[in-house]
């Protein structure tokens, strides 16, 4: 790694001065021979040579005489005209020593190699953050200061960075470029794609740290930790529902409205949300995906598949408040309740064998 060091290595014994380059040593000792020096008229920069100041003149003049014959970028210096020709040319002198990678220039190259070592030099003012790079730092400062340069020209959207634009224009266009090798579905965003192919992998990434539940969406799990915690920040503004989950809320709306979203094909029923569509479609198609592991029994609802399995564990949930009787299914209960209610209602006890016999 000591290849990759930014620390300045030539020591020059007259001055003590630390050079970065060891190209830089047979022009400083002028400084020390040569008394004329030559200063910037603008700031008060000084050089030893005259070419020196008169390269540094180009950064307030804002000139670019330096032109690529083969395309239109122009430039300050004529080293970065070097540098861009390398890009037509395919020639990558700078190569990492740790992979493949291989590029035109040389600050490319150091900035690679912070992939590969982890540094972070470039440290937000405004929070704990650092970045490798120093573009990825300056975007980041506009989320501090709220400065969104970026805007949309079809709608008001502004953005802090210029490819938040380029993805929000996709919007408009329609395109899609992002498709899944394993099916036809297509999105506008990569991490939208990304996070469609956990539906074929059935990766869950992210895991609920009080409970076992673990989920493909990031939101997702935000949403599922508010049941833990409590949280239902979604609350109706007709009645004094709330919901842990914006879409628990648009459901439960559709009881004050009384839009009814989800209809049969098979029939004129309409259901306000999907999941009662779901168990009433299997009516018409007699489909019955919930089995029973113990016995050859199938039902189209899970509810059914529930009250059916207390028949063989003899779970009775349904207990009589007035004496020991108790069911397996809550309309049995209803049933003996009546049975109280009669000519028996003075006494603590009712005949539950003749009950039982007439279930």
């Known amino acids: 790694m000591d290849s990759y060091t930014t620390e300045k290595t030539f020591t020059l014994e007259v001055c003590g001065v630390d050079l970065s380059q060891k190209s830089e040593i047979k022009h400083h000792p002028i400084r020390h021979t040569v008394e004329e020096t030559y200063t910037c008229e603008i700031c008060d920069a000084v050089f030893s040579q005259k070419s020196n100041l008169l390269t540094h003149m180009v950064t307030h003049t804002k000139q670019k005489p330096y032109k690529c014959e083969i395309c239109d970028a122009t430039f300050a210096r ?25 590029f035109c220039q040389k600050k490319e190259l150091q900035t690679h190699v912070r992939k590969h070592t982890g540094e972070k030099p470039y440290q937000c003012g405004f929070c704990e953050a650092a970045f490798s790079h120093r573009t990825t730092l300056l975007h980041h400062i506009r989320i501090h200061k709220g400065e969104k340069p970026y ?61 076992e539940g673990a989920f493909s969406h990031r939101s997702t799990l935000l949403e599922h930790i508010r049941i833990h915690k409590g949280e239902k920040p979604y609350k109706c503004e007709i009645c004094d529902a709330a919901f842990s989950q914006k879409s628990g809320l648009h459901s439960h709306l559709r009881i004050h409205t009384g839009e009814k979203p989800y209809k049969c094909e098979f029939c004129d029923a309409a259901f306000t949300q999907k999941s009662g569509l779901q168990p009433h479609v299997r009516k018409h198609t007699g489909e019955k995906p919930y089995k029973c592991e113990l016995c050859d029994a199938a039902f189209s609802q899970n509810r059914g598949l529930q009250v059916h399995i207390r ?19 809550k309309y049995q209960l209803q049933t003996h309740m009546i049975l109280h209610t009669r000519s028996h209602t003075s006494t603590n006890k009712c005949d539950t064998d003749d009950f039982m016999l007439s279930m």
């Not at 861009?84 to 990678?101: F, N, R, S, V, W």
């Open 311 to 329: 028949k063989h564990i003899g779970e009775k949930p349904y207990k009589c408040g007035i004496c020991d009787a108790d069911f397996s299914r």
């Open 151 to 211: 805007k949309c020209e079809i709608c008001d959207a502004a953005f802090s960075q210029k490819s938040g634009l380029h993805s929000h224009l996709r919007i408009h266009t329609g395109e899609k470029p992002y498709k899944c090798e394993i099916c036809n579905a297509a999105f506008s965003l990569k991490h939208h794609l990304q996070r469609h192919i956990r539906i074929h992998t059935g990766e869950k990434p992210y895991e609920c740290g009080i409970c």
């Open 78 to 102: 004529k080293w970065n005209l070097k540098a861009h020709i390398k890009i037509h040319t395919g020639e990558k002198p700078y190569k990492c020593e740790l992979c493949d990678a291989a």
